[in-house]
């Protein structure tokens, strides 16, 4: 999710500045239209990013946890 959203977010983002400075700097209607659009799903893609970050954190978080407990309950009793 993480390269995913970065990868939608960079691709969504140069189709906009390239919509936007297409034509001279000199945009239509619906470029203008096109340009917003992507501008929105850029940050859409920011967001998915940013929420795959959170999920390989709680990933590592419950990666060490497990490592923990389980070094933790294998050991004989004295």
Do not use: H, W, Y
């Not at 906009?16 to 034509?23: E, R, V």
């Not at 470029?31 to 501008?39: D, I, P, R, S, Y």
């Not at 990933?59 to 294998?74: E, Y």
């Amino acid at each position: 999710m993480l390269l995913g959203g970065l990868a939608l977010a960079i691709s969504a983002c140069f189709g906009c500045l390239i919509t936007l400075t297409s034509n001279g700097g000199r945009a239509s209607a619906s470029l203008e239209g096109l340009a917003t659009l992507l501008g929105i799903v850029a940050f859409g893609g920011l967001l998915a990013s940013g929420v795959g970050v959170v999920f390989v954190l709680m990933r590592i978080g419950r990666a060490m946890f497990a490592k923990k407990d389980q070094n933790g309950s294998s050991g004989s009793p004295s």
